[in-house]
């Protein structure tokens, strides 16, 4: 992934109190022209280290405040053969649980300059079938796409033909995906990167004309505040070039917090910013968008898209709660639920425990242990009581069909040794109860 841009000192200042102002802030219920809840994939690295480290001190943290969030997918590996299975099975999987994907496609050739995040297609030709079978793989189903961050910001290894071939080749990209179905993002740089006139000039030559619109401040550090006003001014400057009716998408994955060493794998001064929503309050703007995930490196520290926990938690220290969280604080009631052990009858076997309850909700906790025989895959089935629904689940896959919920093992925890054990938690509204629960592999 793309690293931070390095910014002037006084400008990483200037963002820091605005940062401050506008991480807390709620997100009243209107948008830009895209509706819906984000997509939360559950096989993230983040989500796939909580679920293994049920027991590190960093993990209530992490988890109430990152891992149960919805970040973009980047498809960053040149996979040609296999890309097209990989984005429909990720757009599937969200349009299933009816909700909004998002990817971050980061494939053009001599990406970030030969920087830390190197790589890439071979050439143009191969990158435009790589899009061709990404495109196959959106299937006409809306998908928001961030297309090739630094792409247009980050020209300063190009001469001016490469530049125009990169043009050409990202213009046909959009075009491409636009007829998949998609909602296509151009690369916009940040607000302490070029002007918002360089910005926008870059823009409209690589074919913004096509897209939805231009996002900014992806793996930055810039306050939502100068990013609101850096998106006006391009969108100002692309009106002045016959553009119009283009949204922007702002990253604020870690921008809470915006002083000091302009590294991210840093993190000691940095934040996460305002939760991933389309629900904006703001008709200039589509997203605010995880885009970066929070806790993956930038390649100074550790090895750039890595998650390391420590980076996680550092974000996460001293933010608010997520809208749709329930607090933490242990209720006025103590909830009495026991744990309710399922016998291992057959190849496994499920454990639940209420581990908090509040007016109006509950978080349960599923416990799968195999049997005697190795499994490779489980599922858990119980009847939802009166009342309750299901919200949110981490560490498993949630059907519902009528009043029977049933969560299938992630990609990452579904193969299990003689009496080795996996977990699941999920987020419900209704009253906590005592679900029999039915485990088979």
């Known amino acids: 992934m793309p690293l931070p841009r390095m910014i002037p000192v006084a400008a990483a200042a200037v963002c820091a109190t605005a940062a401050a102002a506008v991480a807390l802030a709620s997100s009243p219920a209107t948008a830009g022209t895209l509706s819906g809840t984000l997509y939360r994939d559950p096989s993230t690295a983040v989500a796939r280290w909580v679920s293994a480290n049920p027991n590190d001190s960093r993990t209530a943290l992490i988890s109430s405040r990152i891992a149960g969030q919805p970040a973009t997918r980047w498809l960053s590996n040149f996979n040609v053969g296999t890309v097209q299975s990989e984005v429909s099975g990720y757009v599937g999987a969200a349009v299933a649980a009816g909700q909004v994907p998002a990817l971050t496609l980061y494939g053009i050739p001599n990406r970030d300059c030969g920087g830390a995040s190197a790589g890439g297609a071979p050439d143009l030709n191969q990158y435009q079938a790589w899009i061709n079978n990404i495109a196959g793989g959106l299937a006409r189903r809306t998908t928001l796409i961030l297309l090739e961050p630094d792409s247009i910001a980050l020209q300063t290894c190009l001469s001016a033909n490469e530049i125009t071939a990169r043009n050409q080749a990202l213009a046909t990209a959009t075009r491409t995906l636009k007829a998949a179905g998609a909602k296509v993002y151009l690369d916009g740089g940040h607000s302490a990167w070029n002007p918002a006139g360089e910005a926008a000039n870059r823009l409209a030559n690589a074919g913004v004309a096509d897209a939805d619109g231009f996002y900014s401040n992806v793996s930055n550090f810039q306050s939502t505040a100068n990013e609101t006003a850096f998106g006006r001014s391009v969108l100002s400057a692309l009106s002045g070039r016959g553009i119009n009716g283009k949204r922007q998408v702002i990253d604020t994955s870690r921008n809470g917090g915006a002083a000091g060493d302009w590294c991210g794998d840093d993190n000691t001064d940095r934040r996460i910013g305002r939760y991933p929503t389309l629900d904006t309050g703001d008709a200039n703007?589509?997203?605010?968008l995880w885009v970066k995930p929070p806790g993956e490196a930038d390649g100074c520290r550790y090895a750039a898209g890595s998650f390391q926990p420590d980076l996680a938690a550092s974000l996460a220290t001293g933010a608010p709660l997520p809208p749709t969280t329930p607090p933490t604080t242990p209720p006025t009631t103590p909830p009495t639920t026991p744990p309710v052990t399922t016998p291992s009858a057959g190849a496994c076997?499920?454990?639940?425990?209420?581990s908090s309850a509040w007016q109006g909700g509950f978080q349960g906790q599923i416990t799968v242990k195999a049997g005697g025989s190795a499994i490779s895959g489980w599922s858990v089935?119980?009847?939802l009581?009166?009342?309750?629904?299901?919200?949110?689940v981490w560490g498993g896959n949630l059907t519902v069909s009528g009043s029977t919920a049933t969560v299938r093992n992630a990609a990452w925890n579904g193969s299990l040794a003689p009496g080795a054990s996996a977990e699941f938690g999920f987020i419900a509204s209704g009253l906590a109860g005592s679900p029999s629960l039915t485990c088979t592999a």
């Open 385 to 392: 009581a009166s009342g309750q629904s299901i919200s949110q």
């Open 381 to 383: 089935s119980w009847t």
């Open 285 to 288: 703007i589509d997203a605010y």
């Open 349 to 354: 076997g499920a454990t639940y425990v209420t």
